[in-house]
């Protein structure tokens, strides 16, 4: 792990206090008036408290692998035989020569792996692909450098279940799960609609009746954590993208750059132009194919 991933897990840990001490009065009221007042009482409001900082300070210690949540929440299942052979194969051209323990397979159509803790999530369309070594040479440079082992700390400092309240109050609906050292670069889309705005004066109005929710959402961000860290949201997104150009350099290094700019060139189509508040996860494709270009040929 990098001193930039522990200083960012650290500083974020920091900026969440103000939402454990909430936890800790809100919780240590309701351990009162339901009479628990002995030392079983107070464990249960220091755990609710400070509980996900004991997870992601774990996360960081122990090679973790993601976790059956985690494993449920992406859809993804275990690999079968020929993928485990493919795997292996793609994982026997890099110097260490062993594929991760802990792997796990979305029957996705995307050419796309990423690394969340110690597992490898695979997408299927990958199997079919002729870039699986190449991409394997990148998400090994992930996991060697422990890069999924900080995205999982950061995944688990909120309370997932109050998190996940507070995004519906807020209206969010889409699935946010961390998905660190993507091969594929993520494109922010700003909308998509039939090309006739609604009339500004029904947008306000939405707007308004939208605000209760919205408040509600913020007070239950407070107490689940993650609202004051999202201050360093732009910082993560930089860490994230010298990850990904760390691991592009350690594909190189195990001969498989020219491999990795034919796979990157295939999919520079997906890139799209991302204002810095949109926090853009993932260096532009041509940017990465640029630097792989500059890196002497091992």
């Not at 993804?76 to 035989?81: L, Q, T």
């Not at 194969?89 to 991760?100: K, N």
């Not at 700390?153 to 993507?182: D, F, K, N, Y």
């Amino acid at each position: 792990m990098t001193p930039a991933g522990i200083g960012l897990v650290a500083a974020s840990i920091l900026l969440d206090l103000p939402s454990a001490l909430a936890r800790l009065f809100l919780t240590a009221v309701i351990a009162g008036l339901a009479g628990l007042l002995d030392w079983r009482g107070d464990l249960i409001v220091l755990l609710v408290a400070f509980g996900p900082y004991l997870r992601s300070v774990g996360a960081l210690v122990v090679p973790l692998p993601a976790g059956p949540f985690l494993r449920q929440a992406a859809g993804a299942r275990k690999p079968s035989e020929r993928e485990r052979a493919a795997l292996q194969h793609a994982f026997s051209l890099l110097p260490d020569g062993v594929a991760p323990g802990s792997v796990l397979v979305v029957d996705g159509p995307d050419e796309n792996a990423w690394v969340l803790g110690c597992t490898l999530f695979v997408e299927r369309g990958l199997f079919e692909s002729p870039h699986l070594a190449a991409v394997m040479a990148h998400e090994a440079g992930h996991l060697a450098a422990g890069d999924g082992r900080v995205a999982l700390a950061a995944w688990w400092l909120p309370v997932r279940s109050a998190a996940w309240v507070a995004a519906r109050l807020m209206g969010s609906r889409h699935r946010s799960l961390p998905q660190t050292g993507t091969t594929l670069p993520q494109p922010q889309t700003a909308g998509s609609g039939a090309g006739i705005l609604p009339d500004p004066r029904f947008r306000i109005l939405g707007g308004l009746f939208r605000l209760p929710g919205i408040a509600a959402g913020v007070v239950a961000l407070v107490f689940a954590g993650g609202l004051f860290p999202m201050l360093l949201r732009q910082v993560w997104s930089a860490y994230r993208r010298s990850r990904e150009f760390a691991a592009d350099a350690f594909a190189a290094s195990a001969g498989h750059g020219p491999a990795l700019v034919e796979a990157l060139g295939t999919w520079q189509m997906l890139d799209v132009a991302t204002p810095w508040w949109l926090r853009l996860s993932h260096p532009y494709v041509e940017q990465r194919i640029d630097r792989l270009q500059r890196l002497p040929v091992e």
